[in-house]
């Protein structure tokens, strides 16, 4: 794992989704109205699909952007923009989307996402320093130097007892 990150935060499906909901129910205490989810794949599939439950959203476009290999922050690719008719909900800048991601880092994702809505909503499920500024709305924030272990990123094994005797 990337030096950078000294801790740990590893988060359950459980956790996850109630705090996916909490996301939507901050967003709904808004005076705003969405027409359409996006969604930054892949990490933020999941996080969508919840809050367009709880919130009745049912189109939902993708922005799909590449920024991490498995623990590595590498070079950023934009793989696929948002459709221009999702675009222009709203008016120019999309002012009636909904962006949702799962976490903000470095703000790397969320500047190129921005650019392409500069009047969207922004929100994620956990933010970090570096990257808060540039969303509007999130559940969690966490340190920097904290990993975000994800479910879907983990899988479950038999830890041994930590006297080493497992009878």
Same mark, same amino acid.
Not at 98 to 108: C, P, R
Not at 149 to 165: A, K, N, R, V, Y
């Given at each position: 794992?990337?030096?950078?990150?000294?801790?740990?935060?590893?988060?359950?499906?459980?956790?996850?989704?109630?705090?996916?909901?909490?996301?939507?129910?901050?967003?709904?205490?808004?005076?705003?109205?969405?027409?359409?989810?996006?969604?930054?794949?892949?990490?933020?599939?999941?996080?969508?699909?919840?809050?367009?439950?709880?919130?009745?959203?049912?189109?939902?476009?993708?922005?799909?952007?590449?920024?991490?290999?498995?623990?590595?922050?590498?070079?950023?690719?934009?793989?696929?923009?948002?459709?221009?008719?999702?675009?222009?909900?709203?008016?120019?800048?999309?002012?009636?989307?909904?962006?949702?991601?799962?976490?903000?880092?470095? /703000?790397?994702?969320?500047?190129?996402?921005?650019?392409?809505?500069?009047?969207?909503?922004?929100?994620?499920?956990?933010?970090?320093?570096? /990257?808060?500024?540039?969303?509007?709305?999130?559940?969690?924030?966490?340190?920097?130097?904290?990993?975000?272990?994800?479910?879907?990123?983990?899988?479950?094994?038999?830890?041994?007892?930590?006297?080493?005797?497992?009878?």
């Amino acid at each position: 794992m990337d030096e950078r990150y000294q801790k740990n935060f590893p988060v359950s499906w459980e956790q996850f989704h109630r705090d996916s909901r909490a996301l939507a129910w901050r967003l709904t205490n808004g005076d705003r109205h969405f027409e359409a989810i996006v969604c930054v794949t892949r990490g933020g599939l999941v996080p969508a699909a919840i809050v367009a439950r709880e919130m009745s959203i049912r189109v939902i476009e993708t922005v799909c952007v590449a920024s991490y290999d498995y623990d590595k922050q590498g070079e950023l690719k934009v793989l696929k923009e948002v459709a221009p008719h999702i675009r222009a909900l709203g008016g120019e800048g999309g002012r009636n989307v909904l962006i949702v991601d799962d976490l903000v880092d470095t /703000g790397k994702t969320a500047r190129v996402v921005r650019d392409m809505l500069p009047e969207a909503h922004f929100a994620t499920v956990y933010a970090k320093p570096a /990257g808060r500024p540039l969303v509007d709305t999130f559940v969690t924030e966490v340190s920097q130097d904290t990993w975000i272990f994800l479910p879907w990123d983990m899988g479950l094994q038999f830890t041994p007892p930590i006297s080493g005797h497992a009878g």
